[in-house]
């Protein structure tokens, strides 16, 4: 055999030898990508799996702190408050509690106003004074909302807050003190 044919040639099987040898790593590549990808895709949907059954034991979590909130007994405020109103006729119980739902309404919501369980407890139209009562973790709110209240029942009106306290006989005792100074 020709010497000058001879190296071609063997570059040509080199080449061709070589190039078996990257189809071969190359078909086991993609067969491993493949294979990679299969386990990647079964991991994730283990992992969303996992994600959903840590949301729902997490949303069982906030429901039970909810429900014990709830089913705890909860603490009371009473407020005392006089009404400055325009007009001869002193508002009705009624436009009062209703004018303070309101208020309370537009400033922190209806969640606000079911979670205060505003209730006007004590009401006397001939001084225009009264006393309110509302859950301890809203007493801030219904004393910011108070000073929102414009109108009662459909005339001007303003309610100033006297005192806050934990029992309706104090808050009634505030009311006859104050009542006893201005005589």
Known sequence: MDPSLAAPAALAALVAGLAAWCSLWR????????????????????????LKAASYALQSMEAEEFLERLRRKRRRRYIAFYIVYEGDEPPSPEEVEQAVKRAVERLAGQLTVALSRLQLV???????????RASHDTKYLVLAALGLVRRVGGRRAVIIPVRTSGTIKRAKQALAADKRRQV
Do not use: F
């Not at 294979?35 to 994730?44: N, P, Q, T």
């Not at 004590?122 to 309110?132: F, I, K, N, T």
């Open 27 to 50: 078909r086991r590549l993609e067969d491993r990508y493949r294979m990679l990808e299969e386990r990647l895709k079964a991991v994730s949907r283990e992992m969303d799996r996992v």
């Open 122 to 132: 004590y009401y006397d139209p001939e001084r225009a004074a009264g006393v309110l």
